[in-house]
């Protein structure tokens, strides 16, 4: 968590510091869970149609791509509504920490987009506004499907098994892009890029788990840590 | 019903009607879904002696009762009908997203009867159906094919089920093709779909499901995977999926090496799944919601194969054109899996095949003339690629080959009856279909398993890896007896199958993967019970999960026995029973497999007829099926 946080209704952080949903196509398997996921969590049925992250799949070439809103400083999608059924979430909610007032999970978290369904009228501006594409209009009812992070513990961030979606501050995320790329161009063996590096960049997930706990501290860990190659054994 | 689509959809090819008719709550409690709701209806629907290739056979498309939830792997369609290939069931399932979006569009199975008269694919979006022409789509290969139907329904997220250019040309052994590499290719069903002239099925559902308890069911998944992630096996699934098997294997002295000649392989570490990770693998990839990544995306580096990449490959089809057929070139045992797969085909068949052809050259039972002049010395890469091609289009020497390796020993084996006899002998397969990557001498509850399996030779029936375990507590515990844990005992080995196969059953009817829930086992009958309560609201227990495994088993062995099938089919070739492990098989050398002693142990363990192998009336009394 950013210190720069003060909680309720004290300074906003700034954007960079925001937290929001990061991906990898290298780490998606395409498995759709997070689409699963985020229909269970906000409609309490199995299906994806109604996902609020959708998987962009390419089988002949193996592209995995998960898309998720970007939560925009100038979002396009907040802006083409007609109607101002979509707003942006301007106050903090209760910081995490704060253990006399815990978090309200129904109340999304800064700079989310958040949609009033009583104002919507489907008219499908926002999917059009998008540019990533990450707006989309529900099966049944015909009204926006924008995600609203689950108020801060998003589901697809926790089903996703490999670590493709991350929920966490920008500006960690940048950092840690940077020295991964560096490490990649580095000519170590142990950080080779191209083919083979995928497989070995590949966390396990009791590694990733305790990366998306504590992310700030350990997020350089699991690129340089893949020497042991595990051995094909009994069954 | 929870956790149900809540519709079959009957398709009429003959006269283009289709149907939707209402799933019977009642029969779903009795044989969930998928593979038992499947074989019930081919019971009841489809006349003992019904050939293969007729119209009267019914192509069966099963979606499981876990299908399209977050269960990690709940992924799994079955195909089922009359087999073109064996004369008896037809069975193959396999994994994906096809399963996922037929659910999601409302249905659990999909019956498709009659021939249509020129080609058609079958569209279903949500309630819409409809049959497309498809003429322009016949002679295109797998990838094509799906990649066309999405171009043309203006949607990359389509699921598509196809069949390739094998299937059309009647190769018995062709498979029906999701996600362009995920087949369902045992027994024929390929086959038997473009003998309807359908193409394939397209498919895409926006709708969901409900639950009975979506907190309860959550929290058992989350348990689940936890259970999952900290499995021993879970990180070399994770970097190799089944592909590690090479080296494992290859360490037992069970391999199929030279056509089940040797137990190990000097070239096991250049074709070995750590290998073709290194080299190849890309990224991982899974199934639908699965948490173990055990796919591979690969790129093939080799100037000889220009832009081949691919999905996978399973163990099965990487030891099949490597191990079997003797070839150690790895990037072209690629480019052979990557062609069975675009012509739609069986790889172990396949690869059976061609190793029966290579091994009928070696002890002189074929000349190279009757060959059309192929070079089938072990490993040779240009004759293995060139019998693909061949196999496919049924040409030349190909045909022989397109029947699977019975039927190809029976027109080879023409002649004196010592030839014949020599030639039969070694086609490896059990009741008409081609025997697995692995020598069941070495591991002797797939060897029984393989015996008695219900739609021929096959592993995945019971998948018994207890034998592995080596843990003899827990065999005493589970089967009487300590020689249960141990592949190369025999004693024991008749419990281990029965209940294997049982769980096999559940899991090809919840549509959920066998890696996890029979080699795995992270859910025994009592987690299962609890997670269909969860599911479904049944107030179901361990033992009634056991029963309805047990009940898929005895109908299927009915449904065999209807064309003939009992104890004397339930065998294998004579290598396995008779012939010791060669020299140069690891710890595996000498062995045999002592077939009848554990089918003696097996039918008494199922209660059935030991003389006879069948279900007894008192057996099919206890489990309902006496009607």
């Known amino acids: 968590m950013s210190t720069e946080r003060s909680g309720n209704g004290g300074d906003l952080p700034a954007p960079w510091a925001r937290e929001r949903l990061h991906v990898s196509a290298d780490l998606c398997t395409g498995c759709r869970a997070c689409e699963v996921a985020c229909v269970a969590q906000h409609e309490g049925v199995f299906g994806r149609a109604a996902a609020r992250i959708k998987v962009v799949k390419k089988e002949p070439i193996g592209l995995d791509y998960p898309t998720v809103c970007r939560l925009c400083v100038h979002p396009p999608c907040v802006e083409a509504c007609p109607v101002e059924a979509l707003g942006r979430q301007e106050t903090d909610r209760q910081h995490p920490a704060d253990k006399q007032h815990p978090p309200d999970c129904d109340s999304p978290p800064i700079g989310a987009v958040i949609l009033s369904e009583e104002k919507c009228i489907g008219c499908g501006a926002c999917v059009e506004a998008c540019p990533f594409g990450a707006a989309d209009l529900h099966p049944q009812t015909g009204l926006a499907l924008i995600c609203d992070l689950c108020g801060g513990d998003p589901a697809c961030v926790k089903r996703c098994a490999t670590g493709a979606i991350i929920y966490g501050e920008s500006g960690l995320q940048a950092r840690q892009r940077r020295e991964e790329r560096a490490m990649r161009a580095n000519a170590s063996p142990l950080a080779r890029p191209g083919r083979s590096g995928a497989a070995q960049r590949m966390p396990s997930i009791r590694r990733m788990q305790s990366i998306r706990m504590d992310f700030g501290a350990r997020g350089l860990e699991w690129p340089v840590n893949r020497d042991e190659r595990p051995r094909g054994g009994a069954g | ?627």
């Open chain 2, 1 to 627: 019903v929870n956790a149900y689509g809540g519709a079959v959809l009957r398709v009429n090819l003959t006269d283009r009607t289709i149907h939707q008719e209402p799933l019977d709550p009642d029969v779903v409690r009795l044989y969930l879904g998928g593979r038992g709701l499947n074989v019930l209806r081919l019971y009841h629907e489809v006349p003992p002696h019904t050939d293969g290739l007729s119209p009267d056979n019914e192509l069966l498309f099963g979606v499981g009762t876990l299908v399209g939830t977050l269960f990690p792997g709940g992924a799994r369609f079955n195909v089922t009908a009359m087999s073109p290939q064996t004369g008896i069931l037809g069975d193959s399932n396999a994994g994906g997203f096809f399963g996922p979006e037929l659910k999601f569009a409302g249905y659990d199975q999909l019956i498709l009867e009659g021939r249509a008269d020129e080609p058609v694919y079958l569209w279903i979006a949500d309630d819409q159906v409809e049959l497309r022409p498809a003429a322009h789509l016949w002679g295109r290969d797998v990838w094509e094919a799906t990649e066309a139907i999405r171009h043309e329904l203006g949607d990359s997220d389509v699921q598509v089920a196809t069949v390739g250019q094998a299937a059309e040309n009647g190769v018995r052994y062709a498979g029906v093709f999701a996600n362009l590499n995920r087949p369902a290719a045992r027994t024929g069903m390929g086959t038997v779909m473009a003998a309807k002239n359908l193409k394939a099925v397209a498919v895409r559902g926006t709708g969901a499901f409900p639950v009975a308890d979506m907190d309860r069911f959550m929290e058992l998944i989350h348990q689940l995977d936890e259970v999952i992630y900290s499995h021993r096996e879970y990180e070399p699934r994770m970097h190799m999926g089944t592909t590690r098997l090479v080296l494992a294997l290859n360490s037992l002295g069970c391999l199929p090496t030279r056509h089940f000649q040797q137990g190990t392989f000097e070239g096991a570490q250049a074709v070995s799944g750590e290998t073709l990770a290194e080299r190849f693998k890309v990224k991982g990839k899974a199934c639908f919601a699965c948490t173990i990544p055990c796919s591979r995306f690969l790129v093939v580096d080799d100037v000889r194969f220009p832009g081949l990449r691919m999905e996978g490959p399973e163990y099965e089809p990487l030891a099949g054109f490597t191990v079997r057929v003797g070839n150690d070139d790895l990037a072209l045992a690629l480019e052979a899996i990557d062609r069975a797969n675009r012509y739609g085909m069986d790889a172990i068949a396949l690869s059976e095949c061609i190793a029966f052809a290579m091994e009928c050259c070696q002890r002189g039972l074929l000349s190279r003339q009757e060959a059309d002049g192929l070079d089938l010395s072990w490993g040779d890469g240009e004759t293995i690629l060139t019998l693909i091609h061949k196999v496919a289009h049924r040409e030349g020497f190909g045909d022989l080959l397109a029947d699977g390796v019975k039927k190809a020993a029976e027109r080879l084996g023409q002649g004196p009856t010592e030839f014949a006899q020599s030639v039969e002998e070694i086609a490896m397969h059990g009741k008409g279909l081609e025997v697995f990557q692995a020598d069941p001498r070495g591991i002797k509850a797939y060897g029984l398993g393989n015996a008695v399996a219900s739609r021929g030779a096959d592993h995945l029936r019971s998948e018994p890896s207890f034998e592995f375990s080596e843990d003899a507590e827990e065999a005493v515990r589970r089967y009487g007896v300590p020689d249960a844990a141990f592949r190369l005992k025999h004693r024991g080995k008749g419990r281990v199958v029965k209940h294997y196969e049982e769980m096999a059953a559940i899991a090809d009817s919840l549509g959920v993967c066998k890696n996890t829930y029979n080699n795995m086992e992270v859910l025994d009958w009592e987690a299962t019970a609890e997670l269909l309560r969860a599911a479904t609201g049944w107030d179901m227990s361990g033992e009634e999960v056991q029963r309805i495994g047990e009940r898929i088993v005895n109908l299927e062995r009915l449904l065999i026995a209807g064309e003939g099938i009992t104890r004397r089919d339930d065998t294998l070739p004579k290598r396995f029973l008779e012939e010791p492990m060669p020299e140069g098989s690891g710890p595996s050398t000498g062995s045999v497999l002592e077939l009848e002693p554990m089918l003696d142990e097996y039918y008494c363990a199922r209660g059935w007829d030991v003389r006879t192998g069948l279900p007894t009336k008192q057996k099919l009394e206890e489990l309902g099926l006496d009607e």
